[in-house]
Each structure stands twice: as C-alpha cells, then as structure tokens.
C-alpha cells in the first residue's frame, strides 16, 4: 500500500496540514519541520500524484528531462536532439533545469512523478546515491546522456572519455608537440573530469613523453577558468607547446590568455579544445576540437528511452568521435 499524508504526519508527530503545506511550499512551519517531512517523505516513498484521477494505468507520452543548465551550447546541441526526436515519436518533454543544486534536483524529480511522466533522460549531470534512490523509487525508465552513474544502474549513451581524450593528446604528439600541457574540468567529476585525465596522461606515458606536475591544471569547464588556467600554465610551465582543454569554453578562454600575453596562436602555442560548439567556430582563429555527436546523443537517447518503455531490451551505447582540424594547432613537424 502506498504511503499517505497521514503516514508521514503520524510518523514525525505533525498535523496532516503541516504535512500538506511543506509539500505545496506554503509557509507555516519551520525549517527544522521541513526537514523532518522532506527525510520521511524520502524514507516512506511517498510522493503526492496530482493525476491520479482518470490516468491510473494510461500513458501520458511525456519524457522528463534533468540537465543541470539549458544555456549552455553543449546541453543546447542535446535538447534539440531530443526535442526532435520526441515530436517524430509523438511524445512531450518537460525540461528541468536543475543548476546542478541538489535539493532543486530532488524537488523537480517529485514534480515528474506527480506528473506521472513515462521516462526520464538525465543529461550531463553527476548522478548522487540521493538521486539515484528517489530515480529507483518513480519506477520508471531511465536514460543518461553524455553521463554515467557509478553503479551501472541506467542505460546510458555517450563517448568514451578516456579514448577520445588519448587520441587527443596523441593528435597534438603526432604533430610533433612533445611539451603539452592540459587545462581539465572539476578535479573530481567522475563524469567529464577524472576520465579525460586519464586519456591525457596515457597518451603521455604510451609516447614516452614525461607527466609534469606542473602542466596539468584544472578549472570548471567555464570560459573564465580557462582564462586563468592559461595564465597559470603560463607562469608555471613557459616552456610548453601545446595545450588541451577540456571543454572548448576553457580552449576559448585559453585562447583569450595568450592573446592578452601576446602570444601568437598557433605560431607560439597550438590550443586544442573538446566538445565542437558553435563558438568553437566563430574564434580567432577557428578553434580545433575534438567533437562529440550531441546532437546524435539527444535524438538516440530519447529513441533508446521510448524503445525502454515499450518494454524491449536496450544496450548501452558509444558513439563515436572525431578532431575536426581548424587553425590553432600548429604542425611542428614541418
């Protein structure tokens, strides 16, 4: 049996009204009050159903998506994939911009399942225990983009991290840059973070080429991080030829650097960028990337969750990457 109101009430010794309020975000109680409703709610199961009349067994075709910022390009790139994908397939999609904040995250989750949305796509966002166990809980499918959780739990589509960061790291060795230094994203996503990281330094050490300390620094996937990464890398590591950046923002943000040090792109150093947004275009000069399929990402997710919710089996899928080669990586061979 379901859990009710009166369950959580009775459980923390609140009024039933005190109960309704906290859930409906109305004032009148504390915070110390909310909390204890919020941690019953989560242990109970509980979650409030705004349709159950008249939909109890129907499917609404409505997808709920979970991206920590609609803003960016990357998640931009996505969205539409998944938009298109969803008006081909005659599904609906509710956007939940979280802002990476958990409680948002929790809260739009309890919105979906009264909603009694029929699948959830989880884009670019690092998956908590917390997160994982409310996800569990809804009984409904699931599928992540350009993410993965730690526990194997969801399906999920994207690159291989680590691959697409060694060949970019052995792109700049083969065009003879043996100095090369990398701007990372958040030191501990294990999402976008430790894996391109890891692809980095393999290159180096499969080439024969030293891992210097002093050439790996690391910023958030922001522009403005990658203006002061580059300015870091600068003062501490002079010497270096060529530079990787984690997500083009930072690339752009390099780029921005070593234009205020006057220093000659690609002449004086090569910048190589991840991910192949519109921006990655429009710099001067046009910044190389490696280049994810977002697009693809969003538009096969989308395909993968409804093929889950009809019930067939579903495999987690790599798509493939590439280096479109623009003009700010030098060949030193020559």
């Known amino acids: 049996m379901k859990p009710t109101i009166k369950d959580i009430a009775k459980k923390i010794g609140v009024s039933v009204a005190t109960v309704s309020r906290v859930i409906n975000n109305r004032s009148g109680y504390s915070p110390e009050t909310e909390k204890k409703v919020l941690k019953a709610i989560n242990k109970l199961g509980y979650y409030p159903n705004a349709l159950a009349r008249g939909l109890v067994g129907k499917k609404i075709k409505t997808i709920g998506v979970l991206m920590p910022s609609v803003s960016s390009m990357v998640a931009s790139k996505i969205l539409s994939g998944i938009e298109d994908a969803a008006h081909n397939k005659n599904y609906s999609v509710i956007i939940c911009n979280t802002d990476n904040s958990g409680k948002r995250t929790i809260n739009y989750l309890r919105v979906l399942r009264e909603k009694q949305i029929d699948g959830i796509i989880v884009v670019s966002e690092i998956l908590t225990d917390e997160y994982i166990n409310v996800i569990k809980k809804m009984e409904v499918q699931v599928v992540l983009v350009s993410t993965i959780d730690k526990g194997n739990n969801f399906t999920y589509i994207k690159v291989d991290d680590i691959k697409a960061a060694y060949q970019t790291t052995e792109y700049l060795i083969n065009k003879g840059h043996k100095n090369i230094a990398m701007i990372s994203g958040t030191?501990?996503?294990?999402?976008?973070?430790i894996p391109r990281v890891k692809g980095y330094l393999k290159a180096l050490e499969d080439y024969g080429l030293s891992k210097k300390k002093e050439n790996l620094v690391y910023g958030d996937f922001s522009f403005d991080s990658g203006k002061i990464c580059m300015a870091k890398l600068l003062k501490q590591s002079p010497k270096i030829s060529a530079?990787?950046?984690?997500?083009?923002?930072?690339?752009i943000g390099?780029?921005?650097?070593?234009?205020?040090h006057r220093i000659n792109v690609p002449e004086q150093l090569s910048v190589i960028g991840y991910d192949n947004t519109t921006l990655a275009q429009m710099t001067t000069p046009p910044l190389t990337v490696l280049s994810q399929p977002f697009y693809q990402m969003g538009y096969e997710g989308l395909s993968m969750l409804i093929s889950k919710i009809k019930g067939e089996s579903v495999e987690n899928k790599i798509l493939p990457h590439i280096i479109i080669e623009r003009q700010t990586v030098k060949d030193i061979n020559r």
Not at 243 to 251: I, L, N
């Open 187 to 193: 030191k501990n996503d294990v999402v976008a973070g």
């Open 243 to 251: 530079v990787f950046a984690a997500s083009d923002e930072m690339a």
């Open 254 to 260: 390099a780029l921005s650097a070593a234009y205020r």
